[in-house]
């Protein structure tokens, strides 16, 4: 959301590894604690961080995800 409110938009899904990248450069910060890196989910009123849990499969029942709610933008 810091991101956000910085450069007017979030992280374009397709550029979100090299962001992590630019923005973590030590792993630790872009892994979760299984090896997988974190994905990122984009709603109009929220966004996700998600941890694909100990499988390492995307939608799953181990998987975890911490949603932040984004501000309302004015129109």
Known sequence: MEHEAFAGKLPDRRDWSGWLDWRYPVDDYK??????????????????IISLGPDRTRSTEDDFSVVTPRPRRRR
């Open 31 to 48: 892994m979760d604690p299984w090896g997988s890196r974190y994905p990122l989910r984009v709603w109009a009123d929220s966004v996700a």
